[in-house]
């Protein structure tokens, strides 16, 4: 599991993309709004 820290999820993507459990923490609502999106654009598991 790796966890990522701001960025709106551009490393998350990227390491969910590789197989990794990722769980992003970002203090931006509207950049985990973005970091969910993209989430179902590539069809990866996220967490409410």
């Not at 966890?3 to 992003?24: E, M, R, S």
Request: charged share 10%.
């Amino acid at each position: 599991m790796i966890i990522t820290a701001g960025g709106g999820g551009i490393y998350a993507c990227w390491l969910a993309q590789l197989g990794y459990k990722v769980h992003l923490i970002d203090a931006v609502p509207l950049h985990v709004e973005q970091a969910r999106f993209a989430s179902h654009l590539n069809e990866f598991d996220y967490w409410p």
